[in-house]
C-alpha cells in the first residue's frame, strides 16, 4: 500500500467533514431545549475593541474557523498525497505532526462532541497515520 491512497481518502474524508461541520454546527434539536439560550446569544450585543458584537458571533467566528482548518487540511492531505515516497521521507515532522493533530481532534471530538465528528476525525487520524508510517518503510529492492 502507498501512503499516497492513504492521504487521498483522508481528502476525500475531510471534505465531508468540512461539508458536516459548515452546514451542522449552528443546527439545534429542539429537545436540547436551548432555544432561549441561542436567542440570547444572538440578542446581547456587547463592545469589543471597537466592535460590537454578540456572543453568536464568536460562536460562528470559530464554528467557520474550523471549516477552515479542515479545508486547509483537504488540500494539504492532497498534497502530500501528490508527493513521492521520497520526497514523503524527508519531511516526517510535517506528516507526523499532521497526523498527531487529529489524533487530538478525534480525542476532543470523542469526549466532548458527538459520535459523527469522533467517527470522522477517527478515521482521519488513522489514515494520516498510516500514511505517515509508509514512507519510512524500506521498499526493498536496490
Avoid: E
Avoid at 8 to 19: E, P, Q, R
Avoid at 33 to 55: C, E, P, W
Avoid at 67 to 76: A, G
Amino acid at each position: 500500500m502507498k501512503s499516497s491512497l492513504f492521504y487521498k481518502i483522508t481528502a476525500v474524508v475531510l471534505v465531508l467533514f468540512a461539508a458536516g461541520h459548515t452546514f451542522g454546527f449552528r443546527q439545534t434539536d429542539p429537545s436540547w431545549r436551548v432555544d432561549s439560550l441561542v436567542a440570547s446569544m444572538k440578542a446581547i450585543h456587547f463592545n469589543v475593541q471597537g466592535f460590537n458584537r454578540t456572543y453568536w458571533d464568536f460562536f460562528l467566528a470559530f464554528g467557520l474557523f474550523v471549516t477552515v482548518f479542515l479545508l486547509f487540511s483537504v488540500v494539504l492531505s492532497w498534497q502530500l498525497g501528490s508527493m513521492k515516497p521520497d520526497f514523503l521521507s524527508q519531511i516526517p515532522i510535517i506528516r507526523w505532526s499532521f497526523a498527531l493533530s487529529y489524533v487530538a481532534i478525534a480525542v476532543l471530538s470523542w469526549s466532548y462532541v458527538f459520535v459523527i465528528p469522533g467517527v470522522m476525525a477517527t478515521l482521519v487520524a488513522v489514515c494520516l497515520l498510516v500514511a505517515a508510517w509508509l514512507p519510512a518503510r524500506p521498499t526493498g529492492g536496490s
